[in-house]
């Protein structure tokens, strides 16, 4: 069975920082791009990173570029987001989603549950 699965969610002051982790089942992420996608209430879902199979190319959102780094760990078969900076506006249900390919071309077959991410004093 195909999965993946966000972790690291929670609460955070503006300022903070977070790292989500999306875990592969049931299959290897070796031959994926893999994205980082949210949504915040009232608005459209975001497509904010993604980095391709080998790690070599990653591209980022001009919302959280120079904030946010997206790393993997093929080994793990583990996915990070590491969120800097934080900013109540960041606040969102983040997801990660596996791509039918190697490279980041906005095709995405799997998708996470997503795990929450609120940002407040």
């Known amino acids: 069975q195909l999965q993946l699965v966000e972790s690291g969610g929670g609460l955070v002051q503006p300022g903070g920082s977070l790292r989500l982790s999306c875990a592969a089942s049931g299959f290897t992420l070796d031959y994926y791009a893999i994205g980082w996608f949210r949504q915040a209430p009232g608005k459209e879902r975001e497509e904010i990173s993604c980095i391709s199979s080998s790690g070599a190319s990653t591209k980022y959102a001009n919302s959280v570029k120079g904030r946010f780094t997206i790393s993997r760990d093929n080994a793990k078969n583990t996915v990070y987001l590491q969120m800097n900076s934080l900013k109540p506006e960041d606040t969102a249900v983040y997801y990660c989603?596996?791509?039918?390919?190697?490279?980041?071309?906005?095709?995405?077959?799997?998708w996470g549950q997503g795990t929450q991410v609120t940002v407040s004093s």
């Open positions: 989603a596996a791509s039918l390919g190697r490279l980041c071309i906005g095709s995405y077959n799997y």
